[in-house]
């Protein structure tokens, strides 16, 4: 079945530096890639999304690239500052808006930044 | 984006009895998801709750444990049944919105449920 692999589960930096989030998708069909934070007792927020049909996508201090030939994505984050510590969630779901919409996520990943 | 109300947002249930949670959606959707996450993990897919007809369920969940109800394109119910301590587990639903242009999918507040 539909699988997504997250890698790392934990990551600390300093403030100023960057982190970078990967995943990888089993399901060759796969074409919408959100990305969502969690903090402490609340609900998922959608952070950044992109599509198959771009490569990068970019927000302010957030950036997601996308390698479909080796069903690979990444989250990166500049400038991280202390309010970006939470959980991050990627996901891989495809036919966005379609029937076969549901959304498989990562295992997770733990951003701490440190002051 | 759709604007979701979860009811309840916590509960703690005596094992053998049945809990309903509730999502209203402030929009028409076509496609509503009910997930659960278990603490410092993941989310996982229950079933996709479709309008008009059964909801479609994961592998490893079943309808007589899990029951959903899908009435209209704004509202979903999901019932876990027969709970024990192991169904304790932060319980979430998401939807799409109708219009394609719509910002991706989002969650409700989640209800947090406690077995005893």
């Known amino acids: 079945g539909e699988n997504v692999e997250q890698h790392p589960s934990t990551l600390s930096v300093q403030e100023g530096d960057s982190a970078v989030i990967k995943c990888t998708y089993s399901d060759s069909a796969s074409n919408y890639f959100p990305w969502y934070k969690q903090e402490l007792g609340k609900r998922p927020q959608l952070i950044i999304d992109i599509r198959s049909n771009v490569g990068e996508k970019k927000d302010q201090r957030i950036a997601v690239t996308l390698n479909k030939t080796a069903k690979h994505f990444s989250l990166h984050i500049t400038e991280t500052q202390p309010e970006d510590s939470a959980v991050y969630f990627c996901?891989?779901?495809?036919?966005?808006?379609?029937?076969?919409?549901?959304?498989?996520f990562g295992t997770g990943t733990l951003l701490a930044v440190q002051p | 984006s759709a604007v979701i109300s979860q009811k309840p947002s916590r509960d703690i249930c005596q094992r053998g009895t049945s809990l309903t949670i509730q999502c209203q959606v402030d929009?028409?959707?076509?496609?509503m998801f009910w997930y659960r996450q278990q603490p410092g993990q993941s989310l996982t897919l229950i079933a996709t709750a479709n309008q008009g007809s059964e909801a479609t369920y994961e592998s490893g969940f079943v309808i007589d444990k899990f029951p959903i109800s899908r009435p209209n394109l704004t509202f979903s119910t999901l019932t876990v049944s027969n709970m024990s301590p192991e169904d304790s587990s932060i319980y979430l639903c998401?939807?799409?919105?109708?219009?394609?242009?719509?910002?991706?999918?989002?969650f409700g507040s989640g209800t947090r449920l406690t077995v005893v």
């Open positions: 929009s028409q959707v076509t496609m």
């Open positions: 998401s939807v799409v919105p109708a219009s394609s242009q719509a910002y991706g999918y989002t």
């Open positions: 996901a891989a779901s495809r036919d966005y808006g379609g029937a076969t919409n549901k959304l498989i």
